[in-house]
């Protein structure tokens, strides 16, 4: 897909917003609470529309998720809105016990995920986010990878009884899926077959993955592309039944590798298929500021670092059966 292409699409968390708002539309139990980022998080096409179901809680973000539990306990759906680094670092504890503990049923998306927040700095950017939400009892995870992906997963987010996490990324993303797209819970998809190597997606590296492919293809390797938007719970079946015909695999992630996607995939294949694995993602540092391709350079996270990786992971496969 060529950049122009990409240009037609919004960024993600314009999907976001405008869903929000459409959700709003259909369903009169959903609140909104906004820790005074309505306009970075989208979440004033819901302002607009709805303003009496819209909550201005400020910058207070701990109180943020509190009110959400309560509101929820009294038969609301709320979804409070924030920065993903403000629900991973700054309201971590609140979130995990008023919340995930009862098992009450808010939605959380968490905003300005990786790389793209580009030029706001450490304090706003959140890279750990998917290692500590996976962790947390009774949380779902959840990352879109395309425009069709994010209005799915929010529809089936509301309907999912309990806490769900969702990434919203601020970038523009090319689309994978058709309008017809269906998202659940513990389920893949294969977006394309290939024999030589798996390519494990998450979220915006899905396309990335995808570009990875091509590359490869013309270097007469075949590699099998599998978008795992549901990253608890994971598709244990899809990735074993894969790896199981490319005998190796690379996951990327628009996140810290560390106990990360790439974790979440590790742990279903040492556990039940052990093949040689890459992983690409955010290593183990904080991420500076710039601007966003040059980031992705950076961090060795483009679809040539993908390829390149699927090049190693062969190699250790093939090293195996000497």
Known sequence: MSEKAIKKNPQMREIFGQTLAELGQEHEDILVLDADLHTSTRIVYFKDKYPERFIQVGIAEQNLFGIAAGLATVGYKPFPCTFASFVSRKSIDQFALSICFPELDVKVPGSYVGLPTSKAGASHNSFEDIAF?????????????????MRAIMKTAYETPGPVYFRVVRYALPDIFGQDHVFEWGKGRLVRKGSDVTLFGTGMMTDRCLKAAELLAKENISAEVIHLASIKPIDEHMIIESVAKTGCAVTAENASIIAGFGAAVAEVLVENY?????????????????????????????????????????????????
């Not at 939400?133 to 992906?149: C, E, F, S, Y």
């Not at 040539?304 to 190699?315: H, L, M, Q, Y």
């Open 133 to 149: 939400m996976r962790t947390i009892p009774n949380l779902k995870v959840a990352a879109p990878g395309d425009p069709a992906d």
């Open 274 to 322: 052990p093949v040689p694995m890459k992983r690409i993602g955010i290593r183990d540092h904080w991420v500076d500021s710039g601007e966003i391709e040059e980031l992705f350079q950076y961090y060795q996270m483009q679809p040539e670092d993908i390829a390149r990786a699927a090049v190693e992971s062969i190699k250790l496969k093939e090293s195996r059966l000497q």
